[in-house]
């Protein structure tokens, strides 16, 4: 079993910054690959960015040169900066883990982009 906790989401004005942290309960090195994924008020959630365990990652076109995902192989987290905000970013954002084939979820965080 793996529990992701995320944290660092908030309201920001377009154009800001915020920085989301996901803490995982295991070693992610043993998760095959991690990401974030956002789901908007009356869409489907879509992936965002992830990263597989050897360091590869990948970015929806949307976010390519905004957002950046990394980890932290000695504290276990995997984190997303995202610069030059848009109201079009909004929404909740889940931490997702891939281990063995199982999907994991963290249980959201709120992000809110005002015009």
């Known amino acids: 079993q793996v529990q992701l906790v995320e944290s660092g989401g908030g309201l920001v004005q377009a154009g800001g910054s915020l920085r989301l942290s996901c803490a995982a309960s295991v070693s992610i090195v043993s998760i095959n690959t991690m990401g974030w994924y956002r789901q908007a008020p009356g869409k489907q959630r879509e992936l965002v960015a992830d990263?597989?365990?050897?360091?590869?990652?990948n970015y929806a076109d949307s976010v390519k040169g905004r957002f950046t995902i990394s980890r932290d192989i000695a504290k276990n987290t995997v984190s997303l900066q995202m610069n030059s905000l848009q109201p079009e970013d909004t929404g909740i954002y889940y931490c997702?883990?891939?281990?063995?084939?199982?999907?994991?979820w963290g249980q959201g965080t709120q992000v809110t982009v005002s015009s």
């Open positions: 997702n883990a891939d281990l063995y084939g199982i999907p994991w």
């Open positions: 990263v597989t365990r050897r360091g590869s990652t």
